[in-house]
């Protein structure tokens, strides 16, 4: 087996070569070791196929000892006959699917999912245009496309084709169509969030100083009412903080504030808070050892794109940072879909594509795969593309001079086929069809190939809602984050010593003025033997009065408050003010309309 292979892989280096004369030698070869010889797919070993090629009753390629190696894409080569697989030993390489509106992403993207699901690889993937529920589904011979499944099915060799339903979580970040999804301020970040609110770098720099504090004064940051309080503390201390961390002004805090209450409108807050999600509620597998598919309403969420990209950012991250380092599996642990993921780049500062870069280039240690899903591999910068092994590109439509350039640049990203012209195939592939590059042996990337996309195995297009309900309702998960917690944070303490502080004032200024009234009664008394005659305004007598019968003044401050004392004073005094009572009806609103 292995001479057989490294046989096969000198012709595929030398495809001059006459390999008629080394074929026949090793027959029954594994079709694996066939198909990545470029020579073998021309006329001139036409022949030789029916002889060498094993054909099994599965497309899929299964180990020695039963365990899955591949998932079968589809067919292409010549009449589409030559089965194109992706080796689940790099599939962790990560991947793209490209190509313009309605040429088959979303079905590639499905049958990718049904496939790892089907190997024991959990999926997660958002569903940008709401028609992925059908996963739950499985397809049905009365569908209007059933005959044309079948069809393609047969033309491809796709023998053991059959309809199937796959374990399925629904998510959602609005809760509504799926479970509640979560993360804490805190674990988003400041750079996340500076990149989710827009910010300048002078403001994203105040965030990090409120960050910075929050972690001294042991303030949790929850959700968006612990920010926003805590930015009410940062801008009442701005005077001590500058002098420590840098020049914190109002307007800058005041600027984030604005940006908080849009992100608010926009629904951002039902992103924040607790419970929290657990990565171990995406990497799960049902009882039957197939992956469970994690599917993110998108649709509503789409109407904030900054929104939507940068929670699916932050959740590759906590993989990157929260999985142990695995080498290289035989398979994922996880694959990653992120759908219009040019999003994610548009206008993101260096830093974040750096951290994009990094975050891809290492992550696949760790076991996950991470497939983007976009229209143009333009929009993918370059040193992300490099990371992406495994290539679907549908076609692209050349309506400018731009895009002709974008399509000779895509055409450029794979290896070239003597068959055809890479750059005319993209161009002319039609629905369905794609030109596909998967990694080989050794990781090295397959030579491109027009190739015929199978057809799924579960509905196409979304399911019925309350079919959806139910499967909502009785999934491993139900009621685990349905209700939300609301344990003490920022915002509590906060409002704690404000509280408190108000307490102390208010007794501290009832002692003093009992104080000043015992003071002023024995001062009057001692004015009837002074001598001195009391004219029209006392001002002046006041004036000319020795100091120890002046009456006692309060000290505009007795000692130097500490940075949390400071804070809790001048909220304090805020109380009784209208701007106080503003702040306080604003932070109580929202945590009352929260629950």
């Given at each position: 087996y292995l001479i057989a292979t490294d046989a096969m892989m000198f012709v595929s280096r030398r495809q001059q070569h006459d390999c008629t004369k080394l074929i026949p030698k090793y027959t029954k070869l594994h079709p694996a070791i066939l198909l990545s010889c470029p020579a073998y797919s021309s006329s001139r070993l036409a022949e030789h196929r029916e002889d060498c090629m094993v054909h099994p009753d599965s497309i899929t390629v299964t180990?020695?000892?039963?365990?899955?190696?591949?998932?079968?894409?589809?067919?292409?080569?010549?009449?589409?006959?030559?089965?194109?697989?992706?080796?689940?030993?790099?599939?962790?390489?990560?991947?793209?699917?490209?190509?313009?509106?309605?040429?088959?992403?979303?079905?590639?993207?499905?049958?990718?999912?049904?496939?790892?699901?089907?190997?024991?690889?959990?999926?997660?993937?958002?569903?940008?245009?709401?028609?992925?529920?059908?996963?739950a589904k499985s397809g049905s011979a009365s569908a209007k496309l059933h005959d044309a499944f079948t069809k393609r099915a047969g033309t491809i060799g796709f023998s053991d084709y059959a309809y199937d339903k796959f374990p399925v979580t629904f998510w959602d970040l609005f809760g509504d169509q799926g479970h509640p999804i979560r993360?804490?301020?805190?674990?988003?970040?400041?750079?996340?969030?500076?990149?989710?609110?827009?910010?300048?770098?002078?403001q994203e720099g105040v965030l990090n100083i409120a960050f910075r504090v929050s972690d001294e004064e042991g303030l949790p940051l929850l959700d968006l009412r612990d920010l926003q309080a805590l930015l009410v503390w940062v801008g009442q201390n701005a005077k001590d903080l500058s002098l420590r961390y840098g020049n914190v002004s109002s307007s800058s805090v005041g600027a984030i504030q604005r940006a908080l209450l849009v992100l608010e409108n926009q629904g951002g807050s039902q992103m924040f808070g607790e419970p929290a999600m657990e990565l171990s509620d995406i990497?799960?597998?049902?009882?039957?050892?197939?992956?469970?598919?994690?599917?993110?309403?998108?649709d509503k969420l789409m109407n904030s794109p900054r929104l939507y990209a940068t929670f699916l950012l932050w959740l590759l991250s906590e993989l990157?940072?929260?999985?142990?380092?695995?080498g290289d599996p035989d398979k994922p642990i996880l694959v990653f879909f992120f759908d219009e993921a040019h999003l994610l780049f548009d206008d993101a500062p260096k830093a974040l594509v750096d951290k994009v870069e990094q975050v891809a280039r290492l992550i696949r240690s760790k076991g996950v795969g991470v497939y983007?899903?976009?229209?143009?591999?333009?929009?993918?910068?370059?040193?992300?593309?490099?990371?992406?092994?495994?290539?679907?590109?549908?076609?692209?439509?050349?309506?400018?001079?731009?895009?002709?350039?974008?399509?000779?640049?895509?055409?450029?990203?794979?290896?070239?086929?003597?068959?055809f012209s890479?750059?005319?195939?993209?161009?002319?592939?039609?629905?369905?069809?794609?030109?596909?590059?998967?990694?080989?042996?050794?990781?090295?990337?397959?030579?491109?190939?027009?190739?015929?996309?199978?057809?799924?195995?579960?509905?196409?297009?979304?399911?019925?809602?309350?079919?959806?309900?139910?499967?909502?309702?009785?999934?491993?998960?139900?009621?685990?984050?349905?209700?939300?917690?609301?344990?003490?944070?920022?915002?509590?303490?906060?409002?704690?010593?404000?509280?408190?502080?108000?307490?102390?004032?208010?007794?501290?200024?009832?002692?003093?003025?009992?104080?000043?009234?015992?003071?002023?009664?024995?001062?009057?008394?001692?004015?009837?033997?002074?001598?001195?005659?009391?004219?029209?305004?006392?001002?002046?007598?006041?004036?000319?009065?020795?100091?120890?019968?002046?009456?006692?003044?309060?000290?505009?401050?007795?000692?130097?408050?500490?940075?949390?004392?400071?804070?809790?004073?001048?909220?304090?005094?805020?109380?009784?003010?209208?701007?106080?009572?503003?702040?306080?009806?604003?932070?109580?609103?929202?945590l009352f309309k929260g629950r």
């Open positions: 180990g020695e000892d039963g365990v899955q190696e591949t998932i079968f894409v589809g067919g292409g080569g010549e009449a589409y006959a030559e089965p194109q697989n992706l080796l689940l030993k790099y599939a962790n390489r990560h991947g793209l699917i490209a190509g313009a509106t309605g040429t088959g992403k979303t079905v590639t993207l499905q049958i990718l999912a049904e496939s790892f699901s089907s190997a024991g690889v959990p999926v997660f993937l958002s569903d940008v245009k709401g028609d992925l529920s059908g996963l993360t804490t301020v805190s674990e988003m970040g400041p750079l996340l969030l500076s990149r989710l609110l827009e910010l300048t770098d002078v990497m799960r597998t049902d009882e039957d050892g197939r992956g469970r598919i994690s599917i993110l309403a998108a990157f940072e929260e999985l142990p380092e695995i983007f899903i976009t229209q143009n591999p333009a929009g993918v910068p370059e040193d992300v593309l490099g990371q992406l092994g495994n290539r679907v590109q549908h076609a692209l439509r050349a309506y400018t001079a731009k895009d002709r350039r974008d399509l000779r640049q895509a055409a450029e990203n794979y290896r070239d086929n003597p068959a890479i750059e005319d195939a993209i161009r002319e592939v039609g629905v369905g069809e794609a030109v596909t590059s998967m990694l080989e042996r050794k990781g090295v990337p397959g030579i491109a190939q027009r190739t015929l996309i199978r057809p799924p195995s579960s509905q196409l297009g979304p399911m019925a809602d309350a079919m959806r309900a139910g499967l909502i309702a009785t999934s491993p998960l139900a009621g685990k984050y349905e209700a939300q917690v609301d344990r003490e944070s920022a915002f509590e303490i906060l409002q704690a010593r404000a509280e408190a502080a108000a307490r102390e004032a208010g007794e501290a200024e009832a002692v003093e003025e009992e104080t000043e009234s015992a003071a002023e009664r024995e001062y009057r008394a001692g004015r009837r033997y002074s001598g001195n005659r009391v004219g029209r305004s006392s001002s002046r007598v006041t004036r000319e009065a020795p100091a120890e019968e002046q009456p006692r003044r309060r000290s505009s401050s007795r000692r130097s408050d500490s940075v949390g004392t400071a804070f809790a004073k001048s909220f304090a005094r805020q109380l009784g003010t209208q701007s106080g009572r503003a702040v306080v009806r604003g932070i109580l609103g929202g």
